[in-house]
């Protein structure tokens, strides 16, 4: 394992933090890779998780990145109603870990928090991130994030800059 690893995979995930709370969309996108995941895991029980984004019903669930493109249009347009008005939001990425590591892949787990207000009221939303990144072009891209949020009754709607 390379050193300095860790602290280089946390700057990636600090970094995609930084750039949801300061809506620079375009370099989030960025950061995915074209044949990229992104799930929001739901739970089927008070103590399981769907485990099957084809098959068990999802929070939010894309399979490549154009479908994120689409979510960000529609935060930009004001098509999107859950977005209207975007909230402000603060991000931390916390106890981040390397797991498994193949030739092309490193696996990496974090919990996280994050503080949206809207309307004079703060939600506050927590959970744990899974990401499997992919070294492309010298830089860590996100191939995969899987999101379990642990606080799942809420009382407005959901979108990516929550998350």
């Known amino acids: 394992m390379e050193p300095n690893l860790l602290v280089r995979v946390s700057a990636v995930l600090y970094r995609e933090a930084s750039l949801?709370?300061?809506?620079?969309?375009?370099?989030w996108l960025a950061?995915?890779?074209?044949?990229?995941e992104f799930w929001?895991?739901?739970w089927d029980s008070e103590y399981e998780l769907a485990l099957n984004p084809k098959t068990d019903l999802s929070l939010i669930y894309?399979?490549?990145?154009s479908n994120l493109e689409e979510r960000v249009v529609?935060?930009?347009t004001g098509l999107s109603a859950a977005s209207r008005p975007l909230p402000r939001t603060w991000h931390l990425?916390?106890?981040?870990?390397?797991?498994?590591?193949?030739?092309?892949?490193?696996?990496?787990f974090a919990k996280w928090q994050t503080h949206a207000y809207r309307h004079e009221q703060t939600d506050t939303y927590y959970g744990t991130y899974?990401?499997?990144?992919?070294?492309?072009?010298?830089?860590?891209?996100?191939?995969?994030?899987?999101?379990?949020?642990?606080?799942?009754?809420?009382?407005?709607?959901?979108?990516?800059?929550?998350?």
């Open 93 to 108: 990425v916390s106890n981040v870990r390397l797991g498994e590591q193949t030739e092309d892949n490193l696996q990496v």
């Open 74 to 76: 529609r935060i930009r």
């Open 40 to 42: 929001l895991l739901a």
């Open 130 to 163: 899974e990401y499997w990144l992919r070294k492309q072009d010298g830089e860590f891209r996100i191939a995969r994030k899987k999101i379990v949020l642990i606080n799942d009754v809420l009382c407005t709607a959901l979108d990516i800059y929550n998350i």
């Open 20 to 27: 949801l709370d300061e809506r620079r969309w375009d370099e």
């Open 62 to 65: 894309y399979d490549n990145r």
């Open 31 to 36: 950061m995915y890779l074209e044949n990229c």
